[in-house]
Structure formats: C-alpha cells, structure tokens
C-alpha cells in the first residue's frame, strides 16, 4: 500500500497542471494538493493595493506595493500552507466578524456603489474581500493557537534587556509649543507678521478668529510630515510660517527645549515586553512556517 502513495501523488500534479491548462489560467506554484494561480497573484495584489490604499496616496503607495510584488509568491505559499493547516484543525470563523469588516470597510466611501466601483477598478468583488477577509480571520487563529499562545515573556528577561539597552531608552529631546489655527490663509500670515513684529498673542487672539493650544512634542514621536518638517527647525521664540492641514492653517511658536532623560525600568517595562514578545512571535512564527514548508510538496512553476 506504501508504495502506491508517490505514483498517486504525483497523478494527482499532472492532473492540476493539466486542468489549469484548460481553465486559461497559469499555475504558478503546487503546494501540497492546491495549485496557485497567476490569478491568485493578481488577486492578491489587487487586495493589497485596496488595503494599503487607505494609508497611502501616489507614489507612496506604488513604493510599498512594488515592495510586497518582490515577496509575493513566498507570501501565497506561505498563506497556502497556513490555510491548509487551519482546516486541518477544523478552525471555524464566525461570519459575523466578516460582515463586521466589510462595513467597517465601507465606511471608508460615501456610497456602496463607490465601494463597489472601487472593487472594480482593482478586478475584484465583494466576494472576493469577503473571502480574503475569512482567509485572514482563519490565518491569525490557527497561528494564534499554534504560535502566539506559546509565547512567553519573563520579567527577568525585560529587567535584562533594559540593564543592557539603557542608553537607547531616553525621553529624547523635548519641544514645547504653540499652535495656532485660523481658518483662512490670508489671516493666518497677517497673525506671523503681527507675531515677528513682537505683538503678544493674547492681544491677537481678541482681533483674529484662532485656536490656541499648548503642545509638547518629544523627539520620536509620531507627527505629521507637515509638521515635523516645521517644528524641528525652529529657534526658541521662533514663529513659523502658516502650515495648510486638511482645511485649516496652522502656526507654530517655539516656547522652550528641554534636554533627554533616561527612563525608569517602570516607564519602558511594557515597551521592552512588547519588543521581546515580537522578537519571539516571529523567532516561532518562521520556526512554525519552516515546519510546514518540511512536511509538504511545494512546486514552482519555471518561467
């Protein structure tokens, strides 16, 4: 009966090749008993323009999905051999969480027709999303089971990466700021002019419609470009030139700079335990993946 296995096997490789031959639709890669697709590729790429859209515009965008295309087909496979893996454990997703996602999803266009024309433009439908999006919930259970639930981090083990890291963990340098908004361009630089020639801001705030807030800033965190680009370059006392954001116009004044200070054990604990538990979810994720990648038949098609 053993000897029989191989020659099925292998039956069963020529009979995929051959079928997708007919469908008109390249296979790309065997892993195991499925075959990936130049449309799987292409879905695949399509889903994550979708997604990456939302964070990222223009060239930005083209950047990170010309990143993804180098990895692509690792990812597919790697995504196939997970998958198969989650229906070995019979691993069940409630469709509720899909239909949760996908309005959460369409929250993001004014219209379900424009969501819908979105999907188009990118190939795909709401089927697709909807079944990209299980794909998605069964990966991150059965590696929740597998993987992440086997984690650990022990408090000795945060106390001795502070002890050898304490250099790295400071403050950074701190800026403390006013930020005033107006709504329109013009008032915002007669504000600069006023500002630079040493009228108090108080005085101006009673004859020009603004916003005034207090703002303290350390170095690391996560601002605006716009802003950053601005605040880092000011002098003490400094006033910026007006900054458009979204619909407003912004103006920054430099009240004071305060020096970096190391942090306390007590102040980075969670930081470090999240660091090391990153480190070790994936040091076990690839672990895990290598695995499966062992005990399976994986086959890439030659150009």
């Known amino acids: 009966m053993k000897r029989s296995v191989k020659p099925l096997f292998l039956t069963l490789v020529f009979c995929l090749f051959f079928v997708a031959a007919f469908a008109q639709d390249k296979i790309i890669a065997i892993v195991n008993q499925e075959v990936v697709t130049k449309k799987d590729f292409t879905d695949f790429l399509n889903f994550t323009r979708l997604q990456l859209a939302q964070q990222y515009k223009g060239k930005e965008l083209e950047e990170k999905i010309n990143n993804v295309k180098m990895d692509l087909l690792n990812r597919l496979i790697e995504d196939r051999l997970i998958l198969q893996e989650a229906k070995k ?18 929250k993001g266009y004014p219209t379900d027709a424009q969501f819908q024309s979105e999907l188009m433009k990118e190939g ?37 990466f502070y002890n050898k890291h304490k250099k790295d963990f400071n403050s950074g340098e701190g800026r403390e700021l006013e930020a005033v908004s107006l709504e329109k361009e013009d008032l915002a630089r007669a504000v600069v002019y006023n500002l630079r020639s040493g009228n108090k801001l108080e005085d101006l705030a009673v004859r020009y419609p603004m916003t ?6 350390n170095q690391g965190d996560e601002l605006r470009k716009e802003i950053e680009a601005v605040v880092t370059k000011l002098g003490i006392n400094e006033v910026s030139d007006p900054v458009k954001i979204d619909n407003k116009y912004y103006i920054f004044r430099l009240i004071n700079i305060t020096a970096a200070k190391e ?5 980075v604990q969670d930081k470090i335990q999240g660091l090391l538990f990153e480190k070790k979810m994936q040091e076990g994720l690839t672990r895990w993946l290598d695995g499966l990648r062992k005990d399976s038949y994986i086959k890439i098609a030659e150009d």
């Not at 005034?212 to 800033?217: D, E």
């Open 89 to 106: 454990n019979n691993v069940v997703i409630d469709e509720a969480r899909i239909k949760a996602r996908i309005s959460d999803a369409k």
């Open 212 to 217: 005034i807030n207090q703002l303290n800033v």
């Open 263 to 267: 942090l306390t054990l007590a102040q």
């Open 124 to 160: 795909l439908t709401q089927a697709d999303i909807e079944k990209k999006i299980r794909e998605q919930f069964l990966m991150f259970n059965i590696v929740d089971k597998e993987v992440r639930s086997k984690v650990a981090v022990k408090p000795e083990e945060v106390t001795d």
